[in-house]
């Protein structure tokens, strides 16, 4: 185990990020960020700089690190053209089309940045939180530099790279968008950057194809502590392709399945079958949160809000959601009646 750490952070050493601010407090995030994870890590303080001139600087002398930190309020510098790092990100991408660049910011990330703004980042992070997402920021610049490396050469390649069982290619090519998935669009400079943003906000955002742990576990019938009691059973299912995050898990739902039946010897509903593999243990079953009877079919949220929970409910205590629109091949979102 002690190897295996150590190997991990060897080779996370290859890895160059670039954090760009003009808060030098933050130079401490920097630091715990490097210590944690491993990596190379240069911050730069823009504070009192004009970064239109730092920025050149940056990217006529120094070479593409993989990934880029950016602070998105810069209004402690001299510039009158970068007050956000959005602005500064836009420029950068010119130059590196394939670098990803993730914000840090302490402002608030639903009321204080437009989706113009968000769209020039590959995500946003609040600055008091960074270090819960350490490991989806290395999921990040891991999943890009395979992508660089080892560019696909046709649409299998790229299915191949997302880790997409056999059962799941044939629909999963249908929803691929065209920014993907037309002829010739592999060899264009945003090729990277639509196919993280596309696995990031749909293939394992919306529960279809993927599942997170809530919704493995109330398919299978199971509380999320009954899955964890038998998740060893369930590796073989774990996403593992490009972009695989270890603090935010996914499954393949067809591999689900599969195992469930394959464990159990039965076919049938899988929330109703998958309950055998803890024993019958009533205490690890799921139960609907609005009306605590047994079998939820779905995960289902409180209500509207962006920060509403989302919890295992039958189907006849909710409704479809008024936010979401239904997509080929992903389940329905629904909400709390």
């Known amino acids: 185990m002690v190897y295996g750490i150590r190997n991990c952070i060897r080779m996370n050493k290859e890895l160059k990020f670039l954090w760009v601010d003009d808060e030098p407090q933050r130079k401490r995030a920097a630091d715990s960020l490097k210590d944690e994870l491993g990596v190379d890590m240069t911050f730069i303080c823009v ?8 920025l050149n600087e940056i990217l006529s002398t120094s070479s593409q690190p993989d990934l880029i930190i950016m602070d998105h309020i810069l209004t402690r510098t001299s510039s009158e053209t970068f007050k956000r790092g959005s602005t500064a990100a836009t420029v950068i991408h010119e130059k590196w089309p394939e670098c990803p660049i993730v914000s840090v910011t302490a402002v608030d990330l639903k009321s204080d940045v437009d989706t113009r703004q968000r769209s020039a980042y590959e995500n946003m992070f609040r600055d008091y939180r960074i270090s819960e997402h350490y490991q989806t920021i290395l999921s990040i610049a891991n999943g890009f530099g395979k992508l660089r490396k080892n560019r696909p050469k046709d649409i299998n390649a790229l299915l191949n790279q997302i880790d997409c069982p056999m059962d799941d290619r044939e629909k999963i090519r249908k929803i691929l968008p065209i920014e993907i998935k037309e002829e010739g669009n592999l060899n264009d400079e945003s090729f990277i950057v639509e196919v993280y943003r596309w696995f990031n906000s749909v293939l394992a955002e919306r529960p279809g194809f ?42 393949w739902k067809s591999q689900l399945t599969q195992i469930i039946a394959e464990k159990t010897g039965k076919v049938g509903l899988p929330w109703k079958i998958g309950r055998e593999l803890v024993a019958s243990k009533a205490s690890l079953y799921s139960k609907c949160y609005s009306s605590k009877k047994e079998f939820p079919e779905t995960v289902a949220a409180m209500d509207e809000s962006v920060d509403t929970e989302w919890h295992a409910m039958r189907l006849e205590e909710t409704e479809p959601h008024p936010n979401y629109e239904d997509m080929l091949f992903f389940e329905q979102l629904r909400i709390m009646k």
């Open 47 to 54: 504070e009192g700089e004009n970064i239109d001139t730092k």
């Open 210 to 251: 993927l599942y997170n742990k809530k919704w493995a576990a109330t398919y299978m019938g199971l509380s999320e502590d009954g899955f964890n009691s038998v998740s060893k059973l369930f590796e073989p299912a774990k996403y593992q392709g490009i972009f695989s995050d270890s603090s935010n898990e996914r499954w």
